[in-house]
């Protein structure tokens, strides 16, 4: 083995500019027993360095920080790649792996939620416990609920889970055990809110608790939204004074309403709900009730690409946008920016990409790679609108139907307008035009997409992340063979298109592919159906026949483009991690609690974020010989249990938590 190690790195070296070899170890799982794979590992180490003079090489454990710090210090100046990175990749003349951004969507929003709530559990809990622990909470319990979620996050990091190329059976265990580590967290934050919600004076109502939990470290003003089963409804918060809320029939076709909540909550902090039927509705959001929303339904409209459109409006508007809807095709027709006073023409449709599933005649699609046969193809005949028209916020839906007379859509765009001012907290709010979209189930071998054209001159330049955190500017390219699928990038939480004037900002909730293929377009790949008889695919059940509906959630902002790149990262993370709703019966809450216990908010500043606010349960040392040590001893006592955290993060002592702010 040794022999074998050695060989291989002295090929290796030819491909390294200095004597500082990165040699990644490992494969597929096999970390799955980690402590098992260091032992194996530590002995090949310890007689290679023991035999440093016969082998001619030394070997260590090693971080990337240590790795690129070791060549910093050999002061070789490197080439830099025009400050990019090698995306997409492609391992052929059609082989662009650029399927993969997309495949498995519904897995990718679950795996996404799942994060999220590990990040929301993990400070409430550490709230909760230090400096004082919570004097009901069994912290062996809450642990356990927090690792088990840590765990299912942590598993859906491999590199099949998170693009989608895994086997279903293989994705329905992601999914089991992603679903269970959710509920045990949500099942330990309600418990945690249950002793800090406050005795409501009529438990036996019929209502609802609602507790919401802001998991950011600044000031959030947003809307949540609940599902009610009445469309009278009281809202008081834990003061019993009346909250500002509305409240309109459901989008589904179900006997249910959504209940829209006007809430300002503090960093790290609750607010606290009484919901609650009432039998009178007051117009005035001042008084008590809800306000209740009006719908108005519009006729559907054929697909046409006779006139030129745009003779008929309708506006849809707030404090920062007029957004116009064409009456001849109910579609979205441009976007009036008030900073700067811009219209823009934007308008957005579903399209497909039909791919190729039989080897007999040409490249195929898969889990991985995109390889469409032509461009992208309306897939719709008629499209339905209506528009849900409340105080403090308006809906726009609109339906796609694949033919003129179906009475079920294939496809569905849900665009919100919040009426909140920009001052006093509600910039963010009002200045994003969120999207809801419904999509599948898809035809055999079809690529959906929401394309999305507009007036800005961008020349098909696009900006988008392949990390969360970089912008990456991508140059459309021609080539000779399959142009479409190499222009496509991934988007894991957002990407804009710019002209000189304007910016058009895209947030996604989760990670997607994203491309621009003509002059003011960005169109986002949402959903994918694939079937091939290639031998290896199926006997490896690697087909894609995803059947399912996903309902992926983009937040869009448009203005100059020092106004947007402010908001962009505030607005991402709290499409990220928005407040967290614990909703109970009314009628179980005791008659006898005292009031909420509160705690003193967490207010950052707008340009720093909290990274993990946590207390891992464990104790860590960066020294390996000293934590094998320490994890062969399995010590049970509480300070191992519930112990400090990772050395090389910094900590606070024992039993506190650590904070990472950038």
């Given amino acids: 083995y ?19 070899l990165l040699w990644p170890w490992g494969c597929d799982k096999q970390f799955f027993n980690a402590l098992l794979q260091f032992e194996n590992m530590d ?14 090489i030394t070997v260590e454990y090693a971080t990337l920080a240590e ?10 100046t490197w080439h830099v790649r025009d400050h990019q990175d090698f995306l997409p990749y492609s391992s052929g003349p059609f082989q662009a792996w650029t399927g993969f951004y997309t495949s498995r969507s519904r897995l990718k929003r679950l795996a996404r939620r799942a994060s999220a709530l590990l990040y929301a559990g993990e400070s409430m809990f550490t709230r909760s416990v230090w400096p004082a622990p919570h004097q009901h909470l069994d912290l062996d319990w809450a642990l356990k609920q927090l690792k088990q979620l840590r765990w299912a996050v942590s598993e859906v990091q491999h590199h099949h889970a998170i693009t989608g190329t895994e086997t279903p059976k293989v994705r329905d265990t992601y999914v089991k055990n992603l679903r269970s580590g959710m509920q045990g967290v949500h099942e330990l934050m309600a418990s945690i809110a249950q002793d800090r919600t406050p ?40 003061s019993g004074r009346p909250v500002t809320a509305q409240v309109q029939e459901s989008k589904e076709k179900q006997p249910a309403y959504n209940l829209h909540v006007l809430t300002t909550i503090p960093g790290l902090s609750y607010r606290h709900y009484s919901i609650t039927p009432t ?55 441009s976007i009036l920016e008030r900073e700067s006073n811009r219209t823009v023409r934007v308008t957005q449709e579903f399209m497909e990409y039909h791919v190729n599933g039989n080897l007999r005649y040409g490249p195929i699609s898969d889990n991985f790679v995109f390889i469409p046969t032509d461009t992208a193809r309306r897939p719709w005949k008629s499209v339905g609108m209506q528009i849900v028209s409340g105080k403090l916020m308006t809906e726009i839906r609109q339906f796609f139907y694949r033919k003129v007379r179906d009475r079920n859509h294939t496809y569905a765009i849900y665009s919100r307008l919040a009426h909140v001012p920009v001052g006093h907290g509600g910039e963010l709010l009002c200045r994003r035009i969120e999207q809801e979209y419904r999509v599948g189930p898809l035809e055999l071998n079809c690529e959906a997409i929401l394309r999305t054209s507009t007036s800005l001159h961008n020349r098909q330049v696009l900006y988008s992340d392949s990390n969360g955190y970089q912008m990456q500017r991508r140059l459309f390219r ?12 991934p988007m894991v939480q957002s990407a804009f298109i710019e002209d000189g004037r304007s910016r058009l900002v895209l947030l996604s909730e989760q990670a997607h592919g994203v491309s621009s293929q003509g002059n003011g377009q960005v169109e986002v790949m949402l959903h994918r159906r694939l079937w091939n008889n ?26 100059p483009r020092p106004l947007t790149s402010g908001l962009r990262r505030r607005s991402g993370l709290l499409l990220q991690h928005r407040p967290l709703v614990l909703l109970r019966e009314l009628n179980e809450t005791a008659q006898n609690l005292p009031g909420p216990q509160q705690q003193e908010a967490v207010t950052l500043p707008p340009r720093l974020h909290l990274q993990i606010l946590s207390i891992p349960g464990w104790n860590y040392s960066s020294n390996h010989t000293e ?36």
């Fill in 478 to 489: 021609e080539h000779t063979s399959n142009s479409i699928a190499r222009n496509y990038y």
């Fill in 199 to 238: 005795a409501f004076t009529d438990p036996g109502a019929g209502g609802h608790v609602a507790v919401v939990y802001n998991p950011l470290a600044w000031t959030v003003t947003t809307l949540v939204t609940l599902t009610v089963g009445f469309s009278r409804v009281n809202v008081t918060d834990e």
């Fill in 627 to 662: 934590h094998l040590q320490s994890l062969q001893k399995a010590d049970p006592s509480p300070k191992s249990s519930h112990g400090i955290c990772p050395a090389h993060c910094g900590t606070l002592g024992n039993r506190r938590p650590v904070c990472i702010e950038g």
């Fill in 2 to 20: 040794v022999s074998l190690l050695v060989d291989n790195v002295k090929e290796r070296a030819a491909w390294f500019r200095t004597s500082h």
């Fill in 534 to 559: 290639f031998d290896w695919a199926l006997e490896y059940d690697l087909t894609l026949n995803d059947t399912s509906v996903v309902h992926p959630v983009l937040w869009f902002l448009l203005g």
């Fill in 43 to 56: 002995h090949l180490l310890d007689f290679i360095n023991s035999n440093t003079s016969k082998l001619g």
């Fill in 67 to 76: 790795y690129f710090g070791a060549l910093h210090d050999t002061n070789v």
């Fill in 279 to 333: 039998r009178g509705t007051q117009v005035d959001t001042k008084q008590l009730g809800a306000s209740l929303a009006r719908t108005s339904n519009f006729g559907r409209k054929t697909e046409t690409h006779a006139g030129p459109g745009g003779r008929h409006l309708i506006r849809v508007e707030n404090d920062c946008y007029t957004v116009f809807l064409d009456r001849d095709t109910n579609l979205m027709h």
